[in-house]
């Protein structure tokens, strides 16, 4: 354990050996220590050593009780791969759920690095990261989306409650009952039960409605089909079209060199 410590402290700290008086240390993390009236390598268990010393391809599982300081190693965990980091056009990601974690995330980090966390590495919430990394790279080859006139192919986000008009371009051949003509944004379809589910507002039994005239109407499936294609191939789509497509590409996608093929 003593060894793994050196090593933590050789990459952040500059020194080949943490010393116990932190006020006289002089390696680059005296102001975090002299601010956790400790040394923050002797502020980790053993657990969380291991933690920050294992390799990034080893799958880790960090448990511990609200308060306990996870939030810490993990920006220490963050600092001491990014000091050793060697790859200029490959990195790594730190993903939460909340902005508000990215927020403390970044905050921890400063007290560990000089500068900010940048290209090639990235922070930032699962959906960021999502839209930004895999969706606008390559969904546009689900949808069949050529691009703009500047040959952007960025996915444009509507949502279900969007009214403008030019969204009656992109309505259902067919009525579905009291639902009318329905528009290619008030319905998507579920990746988890394979099935389309209504969105829109023009009834509270919407979701009902929907789901029994596919059942008896086989047919439907096809008319949703080309309504929502015709949608993307505009460079158009919900949030839930985005999980669904992303579900897809994960399911039916291989990684090549980093890259989907």
């Known amino acids: 354990m003593e060894s793994k410590r050196e090593i933590i402290c050789g990459v952040l700290c500059g020194k080949e050996k943490c010393i116990s008086n932190i006020y006289v240390c002089d390696g680059k993390q005296k102001n975090r220590c002299r601010q ?4 923050f390598i002797y502020n980790m268990n053993e657990g969380q ?10 799958n880790v599982f960090l448990k511990a009780c609200p308060g306990s300081g996870k939030t810490e190693v993990l920006a220490i965990k963050v600092a001491y791969e990014k000091e050793q980091w060697k790859l200029r056009n490959q990195g790594f990601a730190v993903l939460t759920f909340t902005n508000s ?4 995330i970044n905050n921890r980090l400063d007290c560990y690095l000089n500068t900010k966390l940048g290209y090639p590495h990235y922070i930032g919430t699962f959906t960021s990261w999502l839209h930004g990394y895999i969706a606008n790279p390559f969904l546009h080859k689900f949808m069949k989306y ?5 040959g952007d192919k960025s996915i444009r986000i509507i949502e279900s409650g969007c009214t403008s008009d030019f969204l009656s371009l992109y309505s259902s051949n067919y009525g579905y ?15 988890k039960t394979d099935s389309y589910q209504y969105c829109g507002t023009r009834s ?27 949608f993307w191939k ?8 985005v999980e669904y497509m992303l579900n897809l590409l994960f399911e039916n996608y291989k990684e090549n060199n980093g890259i989907a093929r």
């Open 36 to 39: 956790l009236k400790k040394s």
């Open 49 to 58: 050593i291991n933690y920050v010393t294992s390799k990034l391809r080893q």
């Open 101 to 104: 974690a990215e927020r403390e």
């Open 146 to 150: 050529k691009g703009d006139e500047r």
């Open 177 to 191: 009952r009291e639902l009318g003509n329905i528009k290619a944004h008030e319905f998507f379809r579920d990746f």
């Open 204 to 230: 509270r039994q919407g979701k009902e409605i929907l789901k029994n005239l596919v059942q008896q109407d086989g047919w439907r499936e096809l008319d949703l089909a080309k309504t929502k294609m015709k």
């Open 234 to 241: 505009s460079g158009f789509a919900l949030y839930e079209d």
